[in-house]
């Protein structure tokens, strides 16, 4: 979640026991809710009471209830979306976290499918909830309008809108009345009856009238809410009210200007002080309102408590009563008489203080805006370039490049650290045309004499060139220019002073995903080793423990498995030490994706449990696609292959490009997937869209793809010679990794060979294929990569065991182990080539036999068995065989129970 988030926004309002209870509403919100209504809309103007009816209702009833009380800055979809998920995860936990990493990535991404998204996960929630977006009427935004008929034309079943404003929104309501999916709250509803105005005035304001002097001002209010509070407080103190009420008319246009500026005047100086420059704050402290005011002897905390009871329309935010707001009536009211009293050079003050106090407390959304507001733009742009390193690190340049575009080119043009702050926050972004604009805009400021230039971080613009180099060769790398890349890194380093080592470690360590993506895995890692040392060595253990993920990421695609736990474990120690847990969600799934690679069940889902959790607060852009991508991992793996698929499919969504290579794209992944479902149309129709097939490979293509190829190749019947092209693609890319001494990738290639040759009829070949690939895979552990493969390896695994025979060889306590039965779904090997179920059923006698070969008795225990001739279960045998088409025991009893026969 963002730092910016102001949870008051998504607290339920302070409930004020002294209201006026209105069960006549409350029955109608509450009917519409039963009735399977969709939303609730209460429009209304200003003041009839719109958000305390709905507060009442919460009041009184059980239904658990998400609140957001919407301002002007909630036209943004990102922080409208940012606060709808932030709400919704006060009723259920973890909800929206993909929804948030999404919003807060640096790429691209599609506001209506990141809503799709969230509205899928709310569907599965079991519990009825209540959203209520509140003064809707505030956000003014086409962008969040088309959001919220969407959440409306798809609202998820557990959950009802209810939405406060002041004029109707932009939805289809006249659709949605003819559906019977809409209650409807409205002006003549709101208007206060007269025992309603009568319980007000004596329960709420303490004042006693007559029944006509109740009837008068009711009617001459029109029930109106403000207006009755208003002509309340200009009664008090009054010794004729009845005079008053007698000339009090709520018809005349001006009256609320009227009764403001009546209340207003005769409030004490000390308050009226407080009041019209307070009302530059969308929310006020006491802290925040003595910075402002600047007075000696008031207490602003005393004042604020003073206007609570008075009833002066200020509205607690929390219910410690810190934080409050105006009534949004009374503040622009404030706002107006303000400005016709201070001078602009006086607003401006006001405005600069408060934005000092904002930046003092570390809200520098606020202290920008109100800088902004101060036209003080040599501040609002030194608070820029002073905190953009502390967003960067915390991912938030998306949000800091929407503030810096508001600043005026003049302002921009100077200042040169600024501007390459600008290119990395596009780099961050993957716009790597707008950082390279920025990065020229940079060098040209560069070239005005030093003393026109303003410039705030002055260890930023003793390195600046190098930087400027470091964010071009970032994004050749985003961009798969490799060339361009090793070439600005070259430059960077000879511009990087030789004592930085960290930045010189940080340039560097671009070439980290070079080398890997052409599969140079050695000195991939030894970079990024490098990177995480210097990060480590020069104090920054945040960047050391994330450039640790990536470290072991390069030992996990290298195949060394044991080293890439080395690696997590040592960067949770680390973050152990330096308080810094937050920053290992990838650290906890990474190792939760080993274990279970290893067989190690229990503690992967200790630690995917773990991430998931830190995960909900991750700030690495790419954290959404990784717990995607491993979610439909695990799933593939217990066998929901539909789920799986869904889960591909929100990886693919939130993908984000970084500088590490994706070499095992999701659409491929999929293919495989297709393939253990036996739907090879879509397998082949991923190779078809990609325009590839196995005599059709372009050089760009990864070994993943190709790898896939010929499994698909494989699963499609292929006769001799087209076994033989597999073959030969194979033998191609084992060589190549054995050159580049990848362990991972000769496993999975030579267990591919070994299913090739076993369908080429080629048993012992295969078997001594997949014995180099048991070989290399023992010592690290490795486990899922033959079991997920299904029988076929099992089966190819049970003649490894035959031929090894004896139990003392290294190999046969491993063998053992992957031998062993795991879940049901693992029973179906996902290339099997396709071939006729039988050639003629089985007989019960001959289904006997097969149960008793399953169980490993020899031909003469099942004479015994079945108390048969030693011929007559040699008979049995070879028509079992035939008919399962297999040549060994082994083979029919993989084979049957492909076919559900065992």
Known sequence: MFKTIIKTKINLPAFRRSMVWRPRLLASISEGITQGHQLTLISAPAGFGKTTVIREWIAAGDIPVAWISLDEGDGDPIRFLTYLVAALQTLIAGVGDSTLAALQSSQYVSI????????????????????????YHTVASTSVD?????????????????????????????????????????????????????????????LHLSAEEVAALDKRTEGWVAGLQLAALSMQGKADTSAFIHSFSGANPFVLEYLLVEVLHKQPESVQRFLLPTSILNRLNASLCDALLQHEHTSAQDMLETLDRANLFVIPLDDERSWYRYHHLFRDLLRQRLSRIYSKEELAELHTRASAWFEQNGEVSEAFQHAMSASDFERAARLLESHWLSMDENFQTGTWLGWVKQLPLSIRRLRPVLLTQMGWSYMDAGNAEASESSLKEAEASLKNPLETLTIIETEQFRTLPARIAIARAYNAQVQNRFDDTVKYVEIAQDLVPHDDEFMQAQATAILSGTYWASGELDRAFGFMSHWVDAAHGAGNVVFAIAASFGKADICISQGRLRDALQVYQTALHWAELHNAEQHTAHHHLGLGLLHHEMGDDERAAQHVQKAFELGKHATIIDWAYRKSLA???????????????????????????????????VAAIKARLYLKQKRFDKAHSWASK?????HDQPDYLHEFERLTLAKIALADAPNAQQILTILKLLDAQLKLAQQQNRLRSQIEILTLQALALHTQGETSQAAS???????????????????????????????????????????????????????????????IPRKPEMIEPLSERELEVLRLIAQGLSNQEITQTLVVALSTVKGHNLRIFAKLQAKSRTEAVARARVLGLL
């Open 769 to 831: 294929a997949l014995e180099q690939a048991l070989n290399l895979a023992a010592p690290e552990g490795y486990w899922r990569i033959f079991v997920n493969e299904g029988e076929a390896i099992r089966l190819l695994i049970d003649t490894v065991r035959l031929t090894i025979g004896r139990a003392g060889h290294p190999l046969s306590g491993y063998l053992a182990r992957l031998s062993q039965p795991t879940h049901p779904h693992e029973q179906t090997s996902n290339i």
């Open 112 to 135: 209506s499918d990141v809503l799709t998204s969230l509205l899928n996960e709310l569907a599965s929630t079991e519990d009825d909830f209540v959203l209520v977006l509140d003064d």
């Open 631 to 665: 979610q439909a991992q695990l799933k593939e793996s217990e066998g929901d292959y539909d789920v799986a698929l869904n889960l591909f499919d929100e990886a693919a969504r939130v993908y984000v490009r970084t500088p590490i290579p994706n070499l095992r794209p």
């Open 690 to 694: 990609s325009g590839l097939s196995l």
């Open 146 to 206: 088309t959001l919220l008929a969407l959440i409306v034309e798809h609202m998820p079943p557990p959950m009802h809108l209810v939405i406060t404003t002041r004029e109707d929104p932009a939805l289809p309501l006249a659709r949605l009345r003819a559906r019977n999916q809409l209650t409807e709250i409205r002006t003549a509803d709101l208007r206060f009856t007269e025992n309603e105005a009568a319980e007000f005035f004596r329960q709420v304001m303490g």
